[in-house]
Nanobody, 124 residues
Framework: QVQLVESGGGSVQAGGSLRLSCAAS???????MGWFRQAPGMEREGVAA????????VYADSVKGRFTISQDTAKNTVYLQMNSLKPEDTAMYYC??????????????????WGQGTQVTVSS
């Protein structure tokens, strides 16, 4: 059974940093992994994605230059380094994985497997 377990969320002040981790198990054929976030009353939005075989990355415009997605293939773990955090980054952050298509890297329809989420709160 596929499992994605996120960790690393928390509360920080604006301008601070956090690093999220997503440990994957029970799933060996991943084409891409992504980070999404969802604020209360809002739709889930794609933040960043990484193609696991090439290491190529994709970012939402709102986080370019501030967030970095990376992977440790030996540990089956994907990270999201978040710097210069803003109050509008406050959301539940979810890890996602997909093994069939390279499409829709920052769209929820592009993923079949999801973690339970980790909360990030940024105060002003």
């Amino acid at each position: 059974q596929v499992q994605l377990v996120e960790s690393g969320g928390g509360s920080v002040q604006a301008g601070g940093s956090l690093r999220l981790s997503c440990a994957a198990s029970g799933y060996t054929s991943r084409i891409k992994m992504g980070w999404f976030r969802q604020a209360p009353g809002m739709e889930r939005e794609g933040v960043a994605a990484i193609y696991t075989r090439t290491g190529s990355t994709v970012y939402a415009d709102s986080v370019k230059g501030r967030f970095t997605i990376s992977q440790d293939t030996a540990k089956n773990t994907v990270y999201l380094q978040m710097n210069s955090l803003k109050p509008e980054d406050t959301a539940m952050y979810y890890c996602a994985a997909e093994g069939r298509t390279i499409l829709w890297a920052l769209e929820t329809r592009g993923y079949n497997y999801w973690g339970q989420g980790t909360q990030v709160t940024v105060s002003s």
